[in-house]
T-cell receptor, first 111, second 112 residues
Framework: GQQLNQSPQSMFIQEGEDVSMNCTSSSIFNTWLWYKQDPGEGPVLLIALYKAGELTSNGRLTAQFGITRKDSFLNISASIPSDVGIYFCAGFTGANSKLTFGKGITLSVRP | DGGITQSPKYLFRKEGQNVTLSCEQNLNHDAMYWYRQDPGQGLRLIYYSQIVNDFQKGDIAEGYSVSREKKESFPLTVTSAQKNPTAFYLC???????????FGQGTRLTVV
């Protein structure tokens, strides 16, 4: 089945630093989604990408849909303590397809 | 307010008992999903439904059952056949014309 690969499992950065996360797959995806999850809560949608090559920003977050349609990245600039959480990539391969998730990256931000 | 409501937030059950988790949405979304989350495992798909009265198994459907009698409701039953039911369960929904999924707050099920 389709799999989305996120690594490393954890990342540790200093407050104010930028951080970039990748998500890769051996399958082609038509839509890429990036979510953030706080402890004990449901994931919240950060950015949705619909076209290959698309670059979208949401405040300090920027995400890109890879031109091969098999990868995406999320960049967080000038990190702050509330950026702590688990970041998931997810994707749809097409109409009526299921939503597939990566295993997530736990981000820690040191003050 | 529009959204997805999962209830209860915390649920405790004795081993061998079936338990049903509620998921309701008032977003008029066609598709609904159930995911299970365990530490370090990410989100694994249990069942999903694209339309009323139809649903498909996900990657880990064994020991679970669902129904989709109404567009706004997609309850999940964790049966006694599920060998390791203690987990965080998440429900999501998505509209027909946009590939975006929105999540409820989750239900943490503990079986003792």
């Amino acid at each position: 089945g389709q799999q989305l690969n996120q690594s490393p499992q954890s990342m540790f950065i200093q407050e104010g630093e930028d951080v970039s996360m990748n998500c890769t797959s051996s399958s082609i995806f038509n839509t890429w989604l990036w979510y953030k999850q706080d402890p004990g809560e449901g994931p919240v949608l950060l950015i949705a990408l619909y076209k290959a090559g698309e670059l979208t920003s949401n405040g300090r977050l920027t995400a890109q849909f890879g031109i091969t349609r098999k990868d995406s990245f999320l960049n967080i600039s000038a990190s702050i303590p509330s950026d702590v959480g688990i970041y998931f990539c997810a994707g749809f391969t097409g109409a009526n397809s299921k939503l597939t998730f990566g295993k997530g990256i736990t981000l820690s931000v040191r003050p | 307010d529009g959204g997805i409501t999962q209830s209860p937030k915390y649920l405790f059950r004795k081993e061998g008992q079936n338990v049903t988790l509620s998921c309701e949405q008032n977003l008029n979304h066609d598709a609904m999903y159930w995911y299970r989350q365990d530490p370090g495992q990410g989100l694994r798909l249990i069942y999903y439904s694209q339309i009323v009265n139809d649903f498909q198994k996900g990657d880990i459907a064994e020991g679970y059952s669902v129904s989709r009698e109404k567009k706004e409701s997609f309850p999940l039953t964790v049966t006694s056949a599920q060998k390791n039911p203690t987990a965080f369960y998440l429900c999501a929904s998505s509209p027909r014309d946009r590939y975006e999924a929105f999540f409820g707050q989750g239900t943490r099920l503990t079986v003792v």
